[in-house]
Every structure is written in C-alpha cells, then in structure tokens.
C-alpha cells in the first residue's frame, strides 16, 4: 500500500503560493532544492486516478490529464493568482538511505496538494465592502485543512509589523493549531521572496543565500517581528507535532551569474517584475530556489539544509530538552521511516556542491 499524503497550502494573497506550486517539479528536476544528492529525490505529476488508485502507471511522455502542465507553463507567461481551491497530484520517490544513513531502500509517497485564493483563508478587507466567498470553494479547502497531514504556510518576507495581513494570519495559525490531537501533524512556514534581499550582493547573492547562517538569520528576524508565531511555537512542543520553516525563491537566481532572477529593466504598462531573458530563452537563466523544500519536508517529515526547526534556530531556549533528546542513530533499525528522525550531521560538501552545480555550463 503506497502512503498519502494531503498538503495544503494557505497564505495571504500575493504571497507566491501558486508560483511555489508551479515551480515544484521544476525545482526537482533541476536539483535545485536543499536536499543531499543521498536522498535520490524525483518527483512527477500525476493524475486522479494514479492517485486513488495507488498503482504506478508507466509513460513515456510525462503525465496524462495535462492540468499540471499547463499550470506549469503559465509561470513563465503570466502571473496566476488562484481564484478557486484546486488539486494537483505528484509521486514522489525518496531513498530512505538520505535519512537513515543505511542500505538503500527507494519508498514512493503520493501527494495531493490543495491550493486556493489567498483570502479563503487570510482575509485582508480593511475597510471594504463585505466580500462573500465561493461557499463551495471554502468549504473544500475547511474540508482539506481538517484531512491534510501537513499545512504550508506560504509568507513572503516583508516588513511583518506593518504588514496588513499579520492579523488574519495569526488567526489562521491559532485555529490550526488549536487542538493537539487532530491534523496536521506538522506545518512548514515558507518565507518567500528570499531573492529579493540579495539584490546588492551582485554575483554574490547565489553563494550568500546558500549559507545556512544567513538563512537563519532572515528566518529569525521574521519571526521576531510581531508575535504572530507564538502558537506555532507552542504547537511544535506537543507530542508528534513539528514545525519547520524555510525560505525560497520561485523567480531565484540567474545561472552562472549569481544574480536575483529579477529583470528590472522589464518594459510593462505598470511597474512589473519579470524574469531574466526573453520568454523563449528563460529557461536558460533560470534556477529556482527551494521551492520543492516545503512540499518534501511535508512529505517526509525531514527538513532539507535551509529548513529549520524552532530548536535549531533557537537552541539556547531548548537546552534542557536536548540534553533528554535521543541521539541520531547512524545504524538503521528494521522498522526505520521518514519520520520524526533527528537532523543528521550536515555534510560539508552539500553547498559546494551546490555552487558547482549552479556555476557550471555559464550562459553565453
């Protein structure tokens, strides 16, 4: 029996939930997640059926239903804002050996993953006229909160003291969290826009935001602005709860330049963003950053090298607890899963690797 897994994401509007979706099996295919070469991750689109069925179907040529590859495809044309709740499906195969440390054992997890608009679940209406939502489409994302095994809570990295959707967000957290013993059993917090505070650091920028410190930094500044993270906090102290979190970037960074993918220069009525290159040459530049960490990490229940937990990014308020924690067993057990396991030891290898792999084969 193949394991499931229901992952919603929520966020407010213009966060880039849809941008992180449609960048997923991209970021996979082009190694530019934060996962070791180890875990021997891939990921493909599915439809439906695979899905409720369980059993693998062999192509040749990608997936059946076509509705992910056209979402795909749309990032690189258009910006997509998502005005209903919708579902993809993936499978994704994962050697256990990145985790465990021991022999090889290649595991398959289906994925359903839950988007809708930004303001079914945040709601920003300051001032406005009453808004009255798809009760359909509300209530299929409330029915997918209360199944999903995980919540992606999608944040972009602005200035959350004055940021007008911190109120509903923290109201959204406090009711997902609320009681202990039902889902989800972890959320990821994805910061997005992590580009964007590089754009000084010229052909630096892919290298400074590949350092775990600084990721740390940005992720521990987020969260000191405002309180609205006391109950994840609170929620990751309970038995078989976790909360990670993490940065990305679905624009990322120019290949083999170092720089933030971001064109600002792009001719546009109004003030836009764009990426580097014209539309047919994009894929030559563009490598995005993470932005598969936060549906893996869901998945699996193991954090990639830029994804953080509260101990990790907080260690001197969890002292006495990991002096109790149980140490990271090198040597498998029969019964080992992808699940509640220690963070292994970094391997020093992971960001040169990463740099070799971004800087090879520079465009012309």
Same mark, same amino acid.
């Given at each position: @029996?193949?394991?499931?897994?229901?992952?919603?994401?929520?966020?407010?509007?213009?966060?880039?939930? $849809?941008?992180?979706?449609?960048?997923?099996?991209?970021?996979?295919?082009? *190694?530019?997640?934060?996962?070791?070469?180890?875990?021997?991750?891939?990921?493909?689109?599915?439809? &439906?059926?695979?899905? $409720?069925?369980?059993?693998?179907?062999?192509?040749?040529?990608?997936?059946? $239903?076509?509705?992910? +590859?056209?979402? +795909?495809?749309?990032?690189?044309?258009?910006?997509?804002?998502?005005?209903?709740?919708? &579902?993809?499906?993936?499978?994704?195969?994962?050697?256990?050996?990145?985790?465990?440390?021991?022999?090889?054992? +290649?595991?398959?997890? /289906?994925?359903?993953?839950?988007? $809708?608009?930004?303001?079914?679940?945040?709601?920003?209406?300051?001032?406005?006229?009453?808004?009255?939502?798809?009760?359909?489409?509300?209530?299929?994302?409330?029915?997918?909160?209360?199944?999903?095994? *995980?919540?992606?809570?999608?944040?972009?990295?602005?200035? @959350? &003291?004055?940021?007008?959707?911190?109120?509903?967000?923290?109201?959204?957290?406090?009711?997902?969290?609320?009681?202990?013993?039902?889902?989800?059993?972890?959320?990821?917090?994805?910061?997005?826009?992590?580009?964007?505070?590089?754009?000084?650091?010229?052909?630096?920028?892919? #290298?400074?935001?590949?350092?775990?410190?600084?990721?740390?930094?940005?992720?521990?500044?987020?969260?000191?602005?405002?309180?609205? =993270?006391?109950?994840?906090?609170?929620? =990751?102290?309970?038995?078989?709860?976790?909360?990670?979190?993490?940065?990305?970037?679905?624009?990322?960074?120019?290949?083999?330049?170092?720089?933030?993918?971001?064109?600002?220069?792009?001719?546009?009525?109004?003030?836009?963003?764009? /990426?580097?290159?014209?539309?047919?040459?994009?894929? =030559?530049?563009?490598?995005?950053?993470?932005? =598969?960490?936060?549906?893996?990490? #869901?998945?699996?229940?193991?954090?990639?090298?830029?994804?953080?937990?509260?101990?990790?990014?907080?260690?001197?308020?969890?002292?006495?607890? &990991?002096?109790?924690?149980?140490?990271?067993?090198?040597?498998? +057990?029969?019964? #080992?899963?992808?699940?509640?396991?220690?963070?292994?030891?970094?391997?020093?290898?992971?960001?040169?690797?990463?740099?070799?792999?971004?800087?090879?084969?520079?465009?012309?």
């Amino acid at each position: @029996m193949v394991d499931k897994c229901t992952i919603c994401l929520v966020g407010p509007k213009s966060a880039g939930k $849809s941008s992180l979706l449609q960048t997923l099996v991209d970021c996979v295919e082009l *190694a530019g997640h934060g996962f070791s070469n180890d875990y021997g991750i891939s990921l493909r689109d599915i439809d &439906e059926a695979e899905y $409720s069925d369980g059993q693998a179907v062999s192509r040749i040529l990608g997936g059946s $239903s076509g509705n992910y +590859r056209d979402y +795909r495809s749309d990032f690189f044309h258009v910006q997509v804002q998502t005005d209903s709740t919708i &579902e993809f499906y993936f499978r994704l195969t994962v050697d256990v050996a990145g985790a465990t440390r021991g022999a090889s054992q +290649r595991i398959s997890k /289906l994925l359903r993953v839950v988007d $809708s608009a930004g303001e079914y679940a945040v709601v920003e209406n300051y001032g406005g006229g009453r808004i009255d939502n798809p009760t359909e489409s509300v209530n299929k994302l409330n029915d997918a909160l209360m199944e999903a095994e *995980a919540t992606i809570i999608v944040i972009p990295l602005v200035d @959350m &003291e004055k940021a007008t959707f911190v109120g509903p967000l923290t109201n959204l957290i406090a009711q997902l969290v609320k009681s202990s013993d039902q889902k989800p059993s972890r959320i990821v917090v994805a910061f997005t826009q992590y580009e964007k505070l590089f754009v000084r650091a010229g052909r630096d920028a892919f #290298a400074a935001a590949c350092q775990p410190k600084v990721a740390e930094e940005v992720i521990r500044r987020a969260l000191g602005q405002g309180q609205w =993270a006391q109950d994840l906090r609170r929620f =990751a102290q309970r038995p078989n709860k976790q909360v990670y979190l993490t940065v990305t970037s679905s624009y990322g960074f120019a290949r083999g330049l170092g720089i933030p993918n971001i064109d600002p220069h792009y001719p546009a009525e109004m003030p836009s963003e764009q /990426l580097i290159g014209k539309p047919d040459d994009i894929a =030559a530049y563009w490598r995005p950053f993470l932005t =598969a960490d936060p549906f893996i990490t #869901a998945a699996i229940d193991h954090p990639g090298e830029l994804t953080f937990t509260f101990e990790d990014l907080f260690p001197e308020e969890h002292g006495e607890l &990991e002096e109790e924690q149980e140490v990271y067993e090198p040597e498998p +057990r029969p019964d #080992a899963a992808l699940v509640n396991l220690s963070r292994p030891p970094s391997k020093n290898g992971w960001l040169k690797d990463k740099l070799n792999w971004f800087n090879r084969n520079r465009p012309e």
